[in-house]
């Protein structure tokens, strides 16, 4: 029996405990590499802030 690291590991590791099942942990089983969670994220991250940001500075530059 392997010591968990934590987080998702240890939960899979412990069948026998309830287990939450919660967004973030299918996220991370399905990119376990940091690297493409990295790219995923800012896919939605990074245009969602350029356009919040666009939407106030346009609001107040023009009021």
Known sequence: YAQPTGGIEQRLQRPHMKQKRR????F?????ER???IDVVSRL???AGFFIFNCVYWV???V
């Open 28 to 32: 991370f089983r399905k990119y376990k």
């Open 45 to 47: 991250v990074f245009p």
């Open 23 to 26: 967004f973030t942990d299918a």
């Open 35 to 37: 690297s493409k969670r």
């Open 60 to 62: 107040v530059y023009l």
